[in-house]
Antibody, heavy 116, light 110 residues
Framework: QVQLMESGGGLVEPGGSLRLSCAAS????????MSWIRQAPGKGLEWISY????????YYADSVRGRFTVSRDNAQNSLYLQMNSLRAEDTAVYYC?????????WGQGTLVTVSS | QSALTQPASVSGSPGQSITISCTGT?????????VSWYQQHPDKAPKLMIY???NRPSGVSNRFSGSKSGNTASLTISGLQAEDEADYYC??????????FGGGTKLTVL
């Protein structure tokens, strides 16, 4: 069965960096677009980035463009999100999801807290 | 990148039907048949309930249905049950290949 598991969240100071990972299993990872979606505490969902199966197509939301970088390693069935210049407003649960222009499978999420 | 517009809350009694609206523009909801709906219970990951406007994934109750007219999509839940109480989010493909969510609707089963 399809499984997605995020890791790498934690507490980081403003201006700091963090790298999230998403381990995928149960499907041919390289065949699928993948997205990162976040949810600030008590707030709604916000799509922030996607990457195509080959990694050749990448898009970002305006809120993270220039600070976050998405990548993938198809040999390791893994998706990554490098987050730099973190701000308090980046505090959220970060989900990875399989992207078919809709999100059919989601991970359980990893919490990122940006605070001094 | 503004979000799609959903009502903040809706409510209904067990057995009743409710509809949640999701309003966008011709650049997203109105321009593509890639509207989807998600159910989220507290402290849980979202779950896909409807995709491509009207389609239900395997395992989702047929009490859930989706539709679209112009720039507004709708999720209807019939025969409301206590376990339907949750937050619901719409999402759409948007011109420039991005994706966008609605602000979310809290459904209360009275």
């Amino acid at each position: 069965q399809v499984q997605l598991m995020e890791s790498g969240g934690g507490l980081v100071e403003p201006g700091g960096s963090l790298r999230l990972s998403c381990a995928a299993s149960g499907f041919t990872f390289s065949d699928y677009y993948m997205s990162w979606i976040r949810q600030a505490p008590g707030k709604g969902l916000e799509w922030i980035s996607y990457i195509s199966g080959s990694g050749s197509r990448i898009y970002y939301a305006d809120s993270v463009r220039g600070r976050f970088t998405v990548s993938r390693d198809n040999a390791q069935n893994s998706l990554y999100l490098q987050m730099n210049s973190l701000r308090a407003e980046d505090t959220a649960v970060y989900y990875c999801a399989r992207d078919l222009s809709y999100f059919d499978y989601w991970g359980q999420g990893t919490l990122v807290t940006v605070s001094s | 990148q503004s979000a799609l517009t959903q009502p903040a809350s809706v409510s209904g009694s067990p057995g009743q039907s409710i509809t949640i609206s999701c309003t966008g523009t011709s650049s997203d909801v109105g321009g593509y048949n890639f509207v989807s709906w998600y159910q989220q219970h507290p402290d849980k990951a979202p779950k896909l309930m409807i995709y491509e406007v009207t389609n239900r994934p395997s395992g989702v109750s047929n009490r859930f249905s989706g539709s679209k007219s112009g720039n507004t999509a709708s999720l209807t839940i019939s025969g409301l049950q206590a376990e339907d109480e949750a937050d619901y989010y719409c999402s759409s493909y948007r011109t420039s290949s991005t994706r966008v969510f609605g602000g979310g609707t809290k459904l209360t089963v009275l």
